[in-house]
């Protein structure tokens, strides 16, 4: 993976802030693979491995799976793709996902891509969403909301303390937000 030495964003912000729908935007028109580790891990344990029932626990209470699991998930998936310009989205969650990745892989992000959004918005889109996600009911959304808050929030202060946040008001609609996403990826002479 460090002989591809993939760009690699990471796309970040509360659960519900917009990050799988305007990820498809951008892949639409900027070349990128869309990396969503939650969509990794969902499909991990539908597809039966060893770790399914762990993930599927962890899932359910809005905790974080163990950073080594969703590595070798997002490496593989690296990997098969080919790819060299990728999204990765809702990961890393904290501090030790984010140093792992970094130790594991070498590859740094470009910049980190930061949906900002209030958690009254984020409630009301995650229970009107409908898909059947077993972390779509209000206890769950609570939990992630806190682990959002406690863990993944000062991966986000890290990173800007590095100059890489790009921190964009996803409270808007989705066209309005996609305007703003796109201004960060079009070169800056078009
Ligand atoms: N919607 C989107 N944008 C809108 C807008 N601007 N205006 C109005 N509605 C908008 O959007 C959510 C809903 O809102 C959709 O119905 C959409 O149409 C609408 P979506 O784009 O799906 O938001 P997203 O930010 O992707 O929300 P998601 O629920 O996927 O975020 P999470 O971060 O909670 O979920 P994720 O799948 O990343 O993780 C799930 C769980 O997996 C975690 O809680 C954790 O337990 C585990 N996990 C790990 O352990 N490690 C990881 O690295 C990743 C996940
Ligand atoms: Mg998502």
Do not use: W
């Amino acid at each position: 993976l460090a002989d591809l030495n993939p760009t690699v964003v990471f796309v970040l912000g509360g659960p519900g802030s917009g990050k799988g729908t305007q990820c498809a935007n951008i892949v639409e028109h900027f070349g990128f693979t869309h990396l969503s580790a939650g969509d990794l891990l969902r499909a991990e344990i539908k597809s039966g491995s060893e770790n399914g029932t762990m993930i599927s626990d962890m899932i359910k209470e809005g905790k974080i799976v163990p950073s080594e699991v969703t590595i070798k998930l997002l490496e593989r998936a690296m990997l098969e793709n080919g790819n060299d310009k990728f999204l990765i989205d809702g990961f890393p969650r904290n501090e030790e996902n984010r140093a792992a990745f970094e130790d594991v892989t070498k590859i740094g992000p470009s910049f980190v891509l930061y949906f900002d959004c209030s958690e009254e918005e984020m409630e009301r889109r995650l229970l009107s969403r409908n898909q059947g996600r077993e972390d779509d009911n209000i206890e769950t959304i609570r939990k992630r909301f806190k682990v959002f808050q406690e863990s993944s929030l000062p991966v986000i202060e890290y990173y800007n303390s590095k100059g890489k946040v790009r921190k964009i008001d996803a409270g808007r609609p989705i066209e309005e937000v996609y305007e703003s996403v796109k201004a960060i990826f079009a070169p800056k002479d078009e």
